[in-house]
């Protein structure tokens, strides 16, 4: 059973609320938490059978000695820029009080990319443009953060960014010198009016400290730039459950700056919520999300999906 085909109403059968790293995440510490969190309490059938693969060692699953809906798997180290798939066999676990155990629990998610202190990982997801053919089109980043700075789109070919896995998340690694603040767009094939990001309108910007840096970004003809920067890789804030209903639990920090926009880019709510508090969208259409999530010096850009 796929994941997406896991959350709902199973009666008395375990139900997932939440999955860490999250189905089909992108840039997973190679050191990083991996855990399902159920709806209910459940007890222990057998873990043994628990895997990821490829396999990184030191496997093991066990129930949080504080919550028993949390489901934790240790590890050792994974791999850089790796696809990893954890399974949980069906009749791993049940929950209490019920003789109804899980079904086959299945997802996936890749490791971030080896970066040294001075290289930033430019990351553009084009899953969302219905236009866009990547067949025949060419996908370029221009800025301020070259010598000269915004180079026409195409006249630079080591500013291609290319998709090696087919997710249509378009990826190129740089190297700066000098930290300071920059500014950088995302264009679909050469010239300045051929696919240019938000209408001509607002930059992206990043500031680089010196440190290794992802950027992690959705492509967008309009409305403003969603993006979300990861230095020193530290763990992002969480939500859940997603798809939802409607109501959306945060995780991983004490209070929160969130934003939601639609698909296209128009601000649709922003509000400053505690870890108490729930996001509420149970009002919205069904459909594609983006969430924005400010926590301290850490900015989340989570794709949800609305039931």
């Given at each position: 059973?796929?994941v997406?085909?896991?959350?709902?109403?199973?009666?008395?059968?375990?139900?997932?609320?939440?999955?860490?790293?999250?189905?089909?995440?992108?840039?997973?510490?190679?050191?990083?938490?991996?855990s399902?969190?159920?709806?209910?309490?459940?007890?222990?059938?057998?873990f043994?059978?628990?895997?990821?693969?490829?396999d990184?060692?030191?496997?093991?699953?066990?129930?949080?000695?504080?919550?028993?809906?949390?489901?934790e798997i240790?590890?050792?180290?994974?791999?850089?820029?790796?696809?990893?798939?954890?399974?949980?066999?069906?009749?791993?676990?049940?929950?209490?009080n019920?003789?109804?155990?899980?079904?086959?629990?299945?997802?996936?998610?890749?490791?971030?990319?080896?970066?040294?202190d001075?290289?930033?990982?430019?990351?553009?997801?084009?899953?969302?443009?219905?236009?866009?053919?990547?067949?025949?089109?060419?996908?370029?980043?221009?800025?301020?953060?070259?010598?000269p700075?915004?180079p026409?789109?195409g006249?630079?070919?080591?500013?291609?960014?290319?998709?090696a896995?087919?997710?249509?998340?378009?990826?190129?690694?740089?190297s700066?010198?000098?930290?300071?603040?920059?500014?950088?767009?995302?264009?679909?094939?050469?010239?300045?009016?051929?696919?240019d990001?938000?209408?001509?309108?607002?930059?992206?910007?990043?500031?680089?400290?010196?440190?290794?840096?992802?950027?992690?970004?959705?492509?967008?003809?309009?409305?403003?730039?969603?993006?979300?920067?990861?230095?020193?890789?530290?763990?992002?804030v969480?939500l859940?459950?997603?798809p939802?209903?409607?109501?959306i639990?945060?995780?991983?920090?004490?209070?929160?700056?969130?934003?939601?926009f639609?698909?296209?880019?128009n601000?649709?709510?922003?509000?400053?919520?505690?870890?108490?508090t729930?996001?509420?969208?149970?009002?919205?259409n069904?459909?594609?999300?983006?969430?924005?999530?400010?926590?301290?010096?850490?900015r989340?850009?989570?794709?949800?999906?609305?039931?």
């Amino acid at each position: 059973m796929e994941v997406n085909d896991i959350f709902g109403d199973l009666g008395l059968a375990p139900v997932v609320s939440s999955l860490t790293p999250s189905n089909n995440a992108l840039y997973h510490n190679t050191n990083g938490h991996i855990s399902i969190e159920l709806q209910n309490s459940i007890e222990v059938i057998d873990f043994s059978g628990i895997t990821v693969t490829p396999d990184p060692g030191g496997i093991s699953a066990s129930l949080n000695a504080e919550n028993k809906s949390l489901l934790e798997i240790a590890h050792n180290d994974f791999e850089f820029e790796t696809k990893y798939t954890v399974t949980i066999p069906a009749g791993c676990f049940r929950r209490i009080n019920s003789t109804v155990t899980n079904e086959e629990i299945t997802w996936s998610y890749t490791t971030m990319p080896n970066l040294s202190d001075e290289q930033v990982l430019f990351s553009i997801d084009l899953s969302q443009v219905s236009s866009f053919d990547p067949e025949n089109d060419v996908v370029y980043v221009s800025g301020n953060c070259w010598d000269p700075v915004w180079p026409i789109p195409g006249a630079n070919p080591a500013l291609i960014l290319s998709d090696a896995d087919g997710d249509l998340v378009y990826k190129l690694v740089v190297s700066l010198d000098t930290p300071d603040d920059y500014e950088y767009k995302f264009y679909i094939n050469a010239g300045w009016q051929n696919g240019d990001e938000f209408h001509s309108g607002a930059n992206r910007t990043f500031s680089y400290t010196g440190q290794q840096l992802i950027l992690q970004d959705i492509f967008e003809f309009s409305g403003v730039p969603t993006s979300i920067e990861y230095e020193n890789q530290e763990e992002p804030v969480h939500l859940y459950p997603n798809p939802t209903n409607g109501v959306i639990n945060l995780t991983g920090g004490k209070s929160y700056t969130v934003k939601l926009f639609s698909v296209t880019g128009n601000l649709l709510l922003n509000r400053v919520l505690n870890q108490n508090t729930p996001l509420d969208i149970s009002s919205y259409n069904p459909g594609l999300y983006i969430v924005e999530i400010e926590y301290e010096t850490t900015r989340n850009i989570i794709k949800v999906i609305k039931h």
